[in-house]
C-alpha cells in the first residue's frame, strides 16, 4: 500500500514562514495537493497540481513537489491560517490517499 | 455556486444499515466523477469510495468493500452511500467530494455524522 507521512505539528510565529511536509515513495512522480480544514469545518483545496492555488485561496500559499517530499509553505503566517492540513495523491494501487495530515498552530 | 448537501447520517446499531444521500448543484452533475471520504472524531481524512460520472467505474476502499455501495442519479443530481453491516469503527463524519480531472477533490459537503454503536 502506499502511505504518505506529515508531522503531527508546525508551530509557526504571526507575520513568518510555516513548512509542512508530506512524504512519500516517488511522490514527486505523483501530482499532490493540500486541503486546510479548520474545526469543525469540512477540508478546502488550498494547492492542486503540486503548485496551483485555486481561485479565493491567498498567495501567502504555496506548494512543489519533488523526490520523495512535497512541501506546502505558507508565508507571512496569520491567525487565521490556523488548521489541519492534509496532503493528498493518486496512486494506482491505493486509488485516493491522504496524508496523516499536521496541526498548525500561530503562536 | 456549487453545493454539495449530504443527508442521512445519524445512530445505528453494530450490524445495521444507514443510506447517506448528497444533492448537488451549481454544476453539471452528469459531467463529473464523485466520492465519499470520511473522518473519524479526532482522525485524518479516508477515502471510502468513487463512482465516475456514467456510474461505468466505481471503487472502494478496502475497508468497506463488500459492505458499502456508492450510486448516482444523475437526473436528480444525486449521490448515495448505501452502508450495510455497519461496524464501530465506521463511525465518522461522512463527506460527499466533487473529484477535479486530475484526481484531487475541489469541492467539499459540509459532512453528515455516522455513529455506529449499542
Known amino acids: 500500500s502506499y502511505e504518505l507521512t506529515q508531522p503531527p505539528s508546525v508551530s509557526v510565529s504571526p507575520g513568518q514562514t510555516a513548512s509542512i511536509t508530506c512524504s512519500g515513495d516517488k511522490l514527486g512522480d505523483k501530482y499532490a495537493c493540500w486541503y486546510q480544514q479548520k474545526p469543525g469545518q469540512s477540508p478546502v483545496l488550498v494547492i492542486y497540481?503540486?503548485?496551483k492555488r485555486p481561485s479565493g485561496i491567498p498567495e501567502r500559499f504555496s506548494g512543489s513537489n519533488s523526490g520523495n517530499t512535497a512541501t506546502l509553505t505558507i508565508s507571512g503566517t496569520q491567525a487565521m491560517d490556523e488548521a489541519d492540513y492534509y496532503c493528498?495523491?493518486?496512486?494506482?494501487?491505493?486509488?485516493?490517499?491522504f496524508g496523516t495530515g499536521t496541526k498548525v498552530t500561530v503562536l | 455556486e456549487v453545493q454539495l448537501v449530504e443527508s442521512g447520517g445519524g445512530l445505528v446499531q453494530p450490524g445495521g444499515s444507514l443510506r447517506l444521500s448528497c444533492a448537488a448543484s451549481g454544476f453539471t452533475f452528469s459531467s463529473y466523477s464523485m466520492n465519499w471520504v470520511r473522518q473519524a472524531p479526532g482522525k485524518g481524512l479516508e477515502w471510502v469510495s468513487y463512482i465516475s460520472s456514467s456510474s461505468s467505474t466505481i471503487y472502494y476502499a478496502d475497508s468497506v468493500k463488500g459492505r458499502f455501495t456508492i450510486s448516482r442519479d444523475n437526473a436528480k443530481n444525486s449521490l448515495y452511500l448505501q452502508m450495510n453491516s455497519l461496524r464501530d469503527e465506521d463511525t465518522a463524519v461522512y463527506y460527499c467530494?466533487?473529484?477535479?480531472?486530475?484526481?484531487?477533490?475541489?469541492?467539499w459537503g459540509q459532512g453528515t455524522l455516522v455513529t455506529v454503536s449499542s
Open positions: 497540481q503540486d503548485s
Open positions: 467530494a466533487r473529484l477535479a480531472e486530475l484526481n484531487y477533490f475541489d469541492y
Open positions: 493528498q495523491a493518486w496512486d494506482s494501487s491505493i486509488l485516493y490517499v
